[in-house]
């Protein structure tokens, strides 16, 4: 699970000069912060073969990041292709004197270079950060006369024109359907074919299911014949199609069924290409692993990558698990369900870091003191696991991030059943914290001025200590109740009694099922939210200051802000709501919106909510905490919410979970709070989130060279044109034929499917 920071900042930048508010959530503004990742001193202490592990792993990550544009959207492969052309041909200030010269002005060829950067980033035209499409913020015909007039168009005419057409289009479309992520008539998915329904994707994972299938490396594409009966075809991402092959535990599975009147038929070969580099390049690291457990874990995801093998995947994690503390630290696979609609398949994503020595102390520390710190969470012994499995945590400098998005602490691998008995890992990393979540007071929204100053001084280290608690005692936490496949029980059914009903235990978790296929559609943001309140919970807790460093006022202010962030976090968070739909665009975003809300009907005037008139004249808001309520109102008030959400989960009551997490996620205009008129507010001064320059390693000779970027939308984008010096070009053919092979299942992208529910 990856973790997002809490309290990111959204003021009001150039939105306001950037055309009417309902537009500003679908550009990034031209002075959007750029950030350049720092770990040149963390790669200067590796030794050579440290080194090549690391290049040869980066690589792998690279390249697997390219098939998040094929998750995204129908359109993102070409958006990535023409602007990959563009700048191969021109770089950024060559394109600059062009495009002036075409009649564009110095904004508007700052606003493409920072769209074209967005699209680098995100892996793609929608924001992974809230699954809202973003658009270039110039007129479109300029756009296409800069394309067309380009280096890149003068040297393939036709393919470059090609390109344009098919997503000049969709690159400037914001039809509502097409505004944001989703299934059906919410949005668009590339997760599923465009004409499947939120009714489909739950047929499909109860297939899936009866198989014991896991979803995270699938895709669902629904043809309907002439009978109007559909046919589903869920098809797994591995380098091998359907061509024959050794039998493995998949091979088995790839035929036709009929399951509840449907016919579905298994296929594999989703990326194959794509994951063919994959393979290459961790075959190569294998040769400059440290241990065998390193060797073991890259031979299994080899095999998972070339089979479609998630159970691979899943022995790849476990050695994982046992490599503890290596100085290069790694994952990659089809890891975060977030962007998944229904809330099941995996975003590829894999990161490459290296050990900060000094910080992960502290987590180390922290990590020998859980088993003390569980028995303090408001649950029965008897809703723990029943041995907790001492983790690494470890704090890292990442070298490369590919995906989507960076976060800033992780808790993985997501697998229930490796996370019940062989343990996880943690790893909060500290130099995408240093610069993503860096604060400019002018630009702190929503605080007291007298809150401002204290909050700048506390934020960063009290968010170490959430993100430490967030991901080691939050997701950390927690039983799930199983019946295994031949009836046995984990737990006493005799004795274990719920603590909100008294009662036995009347529901479970049976065989095949998991937290994300029973939970769906809440599971992320609920898990979300479970370990963001344990975070707050505990960080009250004397010995857990004291592990960080802090003690007597410096604790007290530690918590003050670290509830303070999560509270004004909450009021951030209605920028993710889409009212239209009334559905929530982010997990992390809605967890903190629930824990506002549970610290609001607290009363007593823990939090107040005060609607004001800004400086400019325009609406503006002001969130307060009384500090000395935190410990006598806030901390029963989460006591008996986080009970409660822990029991929902370890029982599997889907009924009682969904009732529950809705009902503080509902957004209404109800006063006092009046949230949809904040959510005006909230829209009028948000800020972006920051872009994240991340540098290349290039190998030469035996030596691993480091290249490093300037903290700009050109240096972002130059870090991309460097990044596939060798097969540049194949891989825009590559993704190019991947999306047009499958372009049949979005075309009339806006047109809704029938029987939407």
């Known amino acids: 699970m990856g973790e997002p920071e809490a309290g990111s900042e959204f003021a009001n930048g150039a939105a306001a000069a950037a055309g009417p508010m309902a537009d500003t959530q679908y550009i990034l503004p031209n002075d959007i912060g750029v950030s350049s990742l720092d770990c040149r001193e963390a790669f ?85 950060f809230g699954d809202t499409k973003f658009v270039p913020n110039l007129p479109k015909e300029k756009l296409e006369r800069v394309i067309l007039g380009s280096e890149a168009a003068q040297q393939h005419p036709e393919e470059v024109r090609g390109l344009w057409q098919t997503c000049g289009e969709l690159m400037f479309s914001l039809e509502p359907r097409l505004r944001h992520l989703g299934l059906g008539k919410e949005g668009i998915t590339t997760y599923f074919s465009g004409n499947c329904t939120m009714e489909d994707a739950k047929l499909a994972q109860d297939f899936l299911d009866s198989q014991n299938l896991s979803a995270y490396n699938t895709r669902l594409f629904k043809e309907v014949d002439g009978e109007g009966k559909p046919h589903y075809e869920v098809r797994l991402a591995s380098v091998l199609g359907s061509e024959p092959s050794l039998d493995s535990e998949v091979t088995s599975k790839l035929k036709s069924y009929e399951f509840r009147g449907s016919p579905f038929q298994v296929t594999r070969g989703d990326y194959a290409p794509i994951l063919q580099k994959v393979v290459e390049q961790l075959e190569k690291a ?119 998005g960076i976060p800033a602490g992780i808790n993985i691998p997501n697998y229930d059943d490796l996370r019940q008995t062989e343990g996880f890992k943690n790893v909060s990393l500290g130099n995408v914290l240093a610069v993503a979540y860096a604060t400019q007071r002018e630009k702190l929204t929503f605080l007291e001025e007298d809150d401002k100053d204290l909050y700048i001084l506390w934020k960063g280290p009290s968010f170490d200590v959430q ?93 003050y802000v670290n509830w303070l962030n999560m509270v004004r976090a909450g009021l951030l968070a209605l920028e993710f709501y889409t009212p239209e739909a009334f559905n929530w665009r982010q997990a992390h975003m809605q967890a903190r919106f629930v824990i506002l809300r549970v610290l609001l009907e607290a009363g007593e005037g823990l939090v107040t909510i005060t609607p004001t008139t800004g400086s400019d004249g325009r609406p503006d808001a002001r969130v307060r905490l009384d500090r000395s309520k935190i410990r006598s109102v806030g901390k029963p008030a ?20 969904r009732t529950l997490y809705k009902g503080y996620a509902a957004v209404t205009d109800a006063p006092p709070e009046c949230f949809l008129t904040l ?73 809704a499917p029938s029987g939407q529910a």
Not at 60 to 89: C, D, H, K, M, N
Not at 638 to 657: I, Y
Request: hydrophobic share 35%; with cysteine; aromatic share 12%.
């Open 44 to 128: 200067r202490l590796l030794s050579p073969t440290e080194r090549l592990y690391a290049h040869h792993l980066s690589r792998a990550a690279w390249y697997g990041g390219l098939a998040v544009l094929l998750q995204t959207s129908p359109e993102a492969p070409y958006i990535y292709a023409l602007l990959s052309r563009l700048f191969r041909a021109q770089d950024p200030d060559q394109l600059r004197q062009h495009a002036l010269a075409e009649g564009l002005t110095e904004e508007e060829y700052q606003a493409f270079l920072v769209y074209a950067a967005g699209v680098y980033s995100n892996m793609g035209n929608y924001k992974s």
């Open 286 to 404: 294998k040769a400059y692993a440290a241990n065998s457990h390193q060797g073991q874990m890259l031979a299994q995801y080899i095999e998972s990558f070339t089979q479609g093998s998630i159970e691979a995947h899943k022995r790849g994690s476990r050695f994982w698990i046992q490599d503890k503390g290596p100085i290069v630290e790694s994952y990659i696979g089809f890891i975060e369900s977030y962007r998944d609609p229904f809330g099941s398949r995996g975003e590829f994503e894999g990161f490459v870091a290296v050990v900060n020595k000094a910080m992960s102390a502290k987590f180390e520390r922290l990590v020998a003191s859980a088993e003390q710190l569980l028995k303090e969470l408001p649950w029965p012994p008897t809703f723990e696991k029943d041995k907790f499995l001492t983790p690494d945590f470890t704090s890292l400098d990442v070298l490369t991030f590919a995906g989507s």
């Open 467 to 559: 993100v430490g608690l967030h991901e080691l005692l939050g997701h950390g936490s927690g039983k799930l109740f199983v019946q295994d496949e031949k009836g046995a029980f984990n737990f006493d059914q005799e004795t274990v009694i719920n603590p909100e009903t008294g009662e036995q235990i009347q529901s479970w978790y049976r065989s095949g099922e998991t937290w994300d296929s029973k939970f769906s559609t809440i599971a992320s943001s609920y898990e979300e939210c479970r370990a963001e309140s344990v975070g707050l919970y505990l960080c009250l807790h004397p010995q857990v200051l004291e592990i960080f460093g802090f003690e007597g006022a410096d604790a007290e202010d530690v918590i």
């Open 638 to 657: 989460l006591e008996r919410f986080l009970r409660r959400l822990q029991v929902l989960k370890s029982t599997g009551d889907v009924a009682g979970g």
């Open 679 to 751: 959510r005006d507010t909230v829209l009028l001064r948000k800020e972006s989130r920051k872009l994240i320059v991340q540098p290349n390693t290039r190998l030469e000779g035996s030596d691993v060279q480091l290249l490093e970027y300037e903290a700009s939308a050109a240096g972002l984008i130059r870090s991309f044109s460097e990044r596939f010096p060798e097969d540049g070009p194949e891989l825009e053919e590559i993704l190019t034929q991947l999306a047009t092979a499958d372009a049949r299942f979005w075309k009339g992208p806006s047109e």
